[in-house]
């Protein structure tokens, strides 16, 4: 019997820690950073698995920190709202002081995971909790621009993971930064547009005209056109040491239209099925262009 209810009591523990850090999403911010370090790699065959584990649990518990930060500054809201009313927090299975000593345990821990890879890392992984906590997450209820902050500490992982591997922050590491910088709008808006009336509930600005209509669409085509062009700026040889062959840009470019496609059918349908399905994509794009990005170093 005691060890039944251990085993509950550890699995209740375990989802929650899941559900606290917004484990799916910390995995992908993850996977960006671990991109991004293979990116920054010179040589595959004196590869440094050290440091790419420490990236990643490092890089996991900066993420984690954000978002449990963001859920015990956000518990009244989050009950408000039905995708998030199930949460430890505002469901009462987590204490807001429990949730907080976890958000600084991640923080210290992650700082100084990040701090042994090189200073410049873990400097950026500050600078995105701080953004994402202190800045964007009170705008949210506050205007439609806390999208346009957010996107910077959402740009950082790709980024990072480029710095975490060469100590550098030059010309490759702000081309990386761009891209999923311009990725995060479309992403974003998508998921503003078809969760639009339980943000609603909570007060919350996720749209750039507040509304569900063309201006907002519009805006999602050209920041989708904005990332295609980024995205290309690789093969054009002014980067530095990030390079992509012609082949891949075209992978990318075709990548690109995909997404694109989708965007403009969100401008055409302005339903929350077309917003969902542009969201889906948009992690599917991000996904297969770091991944074109890395075979492309690898095979050439």
């Known amino acids: 019997m005691l060890n039944t209810l251990s085993t509950i009591s550890l699995k209740s523990i375990y989802i929650d820690f899941k559900a606290i850090t ?82 600084s345990l991640l923080t210290i821990i992650g700082i100084f995971l990040l701090y042994t890879i090189n ?21 949210k209820t506050v205007t439609s621009l806390s999208v346009f902050v957010g996107a910077f500490p959402g740009a950082i992982p ?36 078809f969760l639009y009336e339980d943000y609603e509930k909570a007060g919350f600005f996720m749209l750039p ?22 995205s290309l700026l690789p093969v054009l040889g002014y980067t530095g040491q990030l390079y992509i062959t012609p082949i891949a840009a075209i992978i990318v470019f075709l990548l690109g239209l995909w997404m694109l496609f989708y965007a403009v059918r969100l401008y055409q349908l302005r339903t929350a099925k077309a917003a969902r399905t542009l969201m889906l994509v948009s992690v599917s794009y991000i996904t297969l262009l770091q991944l074109v990005y890395i075979f492309d170093k690898f095979l050439r």
Not at 63 to 86: C, H
Not at 119 to 139: D, H
């Open 22 to 103: 917004k484990a799916g999403l910390a995995v992908s911010v993850v996977f960006s950073s671990i991109a991004g370090f293979v990116l920054g790699e010179t040589d595959f065959h004196s590869f440094h698995w050290l440091v790419l584990l420490k990236l990643a649990i490092g890089g996991y518990c900066m993420v984690g920190a954000s978002n449990a930060f963001n859920q015990v500054i956000e518990k009244d809201l989050d009950a408000l709202m039905d995708r998030t009313k199930n949460r430890p927090i505002p469901a009462g299975r987590m204490q807001s002081n429990v949730a907080l000593t976890i958000a």
């Open 119 to 139: 200073p410049k890392t873990a400097m950026f992984g500050a600078i995105s909790i701080f953004l994402y906590t202190s800045v964007y997450t009170p705008l």
């Open 158 to 193: 790709f980024m990072l993971g480029w710095v975490a591997a060469t100590g550098n922050f030059g010309i490759e590491a702000g081309t990386l930064f761009l891209i999923q910088f311009f990725w995060q709008f479309p992403h974003f808006w998508a998921i503003g547009w």
């Open 209 to 230: 005209t507040g509304k569900k209509d063309k201006g907002t669409a519009l805006q999602v085509i050209l920041y989708t056109v904005w990332l295609i062009v980024a």
